[in-house]
């Protein structure tokens, strides 16, 4: 009798603990204040299933406290904590990977480094977890710029069953971007080689082509680079930076069209005034404001002779 009403003292006493808001952790600059995980793997070795579910339950309630970038970023180190105690803990990488990127406004994010490190620890013990594959390419794509590892992964995950054929697409579109123009080529040749109807062959025919075109078009910016830099202008014509030697022969699109300089000093195609790459908001109205302001030089001009 008197153990039953000690366990239910403690259950009352517990719930009660549990209704209360949550306290804001103990921290020092760096991030809350937690144990070492050696120490807990010591102390609460056959509790450790227990301890990991408790951080991830902390993570929780900081997700609910948080309203800061720093408070967003305390919720990495309870369930990094939680998956080095637990490392099969599949959901806790993928929630803690989503939930700490914090927006500062103007799509300027912090903590998104955390948040690629958790979901790269997750792949360490789930290498083919799909969601970890697009959520950290979708990291390394969006926030670090890093457009190669964002097409290594995707090129992995494009190669399961069922996935999608825009990933695919998108890999040698990062590839293209990120000047590994030969991985963009030989992913395109292996999926025109593979594909299994007209339609797709088609379509990677004419990526190979566009990737081909990106390539041209990225030395004709090198060039264009060392005119502005060797002459303090830029050069109005593509014929011009092979008349003063900066190509050594009139450049070839794989796609027929016309190279061209815009405005803003980038090379274009008239075969595609898309460039191989990522288009964000402020890109797409670049271009728009481009195409609006015409003025676009195609070939040799009396000014430029």
């Avoid at 990495?76 to 927006?103: H, I, M, Q, S």
């Avoid at 992995?156 to 990933?167: A, G, N, R």
């Avoid at 008349?243 to 794989?254: F, I, N, Q, S, W």
């Avoid at 402020?282 to 040799?300: C, N, P, Y």
Wanted: net charge negative.
């Amino acid at each position: 009798m008197l153990m039953r009403i000690v366990v239910l003292c403690l259950a009352v006493c517990s719930v009660a603990l549990m209704a209360d808001k949550p306290a804001k952790p103990l921290r020092t600059k760096d991030g809350p204040i937690l144990p070492r995980r050696e120490m807990l793997e010591v102390l609460g070795a056959a509790q450790k299933p227990l301890l990991a579910d408790f951080y991830w339950l902390q993570a929780i309630q900081q997700m609910g406290r948080a309203n800061t970038d720093t408070e967003y970023r305390d919720i990495f180190f309870y369930a990094d904590l939680a998956t080095d105690l637990d490392p099969k803990f599949r959901y806790v990488y993928e929630w803690g990977g989503v939930a700490t990127p914090f927006n500062l406004g103007r799509e300027q994010w912090v903590n998104t480094d955390l948040s690629s490190r958790l979901l790269s620890k997750g792949l360490s013990v789930f290498p083919d977890d799909r969601r970890f594959l697009f959520q950290l390419a979708y990291n390394k794509m969006t926030y670090e710029r890093d457009y190669k590892g964002a097409a290594d992964l995707l090129t992995k995950l494009s190669k399961f069953p069922d996935t999608p054929p825009y990933v695919a697409h998108l890999a040698t579109r990062l590839y293209a971007q990120a000047g590994s123009f030969d991985s963009g080529l030989h992913m395109a040749e292996m999926l025109r080689d593979s594909a299994e109807d007209e339609e797709s062959r088609a379509f990677y025919e004419h990526r190979i082509k566009e990737i081909l075109r990106e390539r041209v078009l990225t030395e004709i910016d090198r060039a264009i680079e060392s005119f502005e830099k060797d002459r303090g202008q830029r050069p109005r014509t593509v014929p011009e930076l092979v008349r003063t030697g900066y190509l050594k022969a009139p450049p070839e699109d794989p796609l027929e069209g016309q190279f061209f300089i815009d405005r803003r000093g980038r090379a274009r195609s008239t075969s595609g005034l898309y460039r191989l790459e990522m288009y964000d908001d402020t890109k797409k109205k670049e271009l728009q404001e481009d195409l609006a302001a015409g003025g676009i030089v195609f070939g040799e001009s009396e000014d430029a002779r």
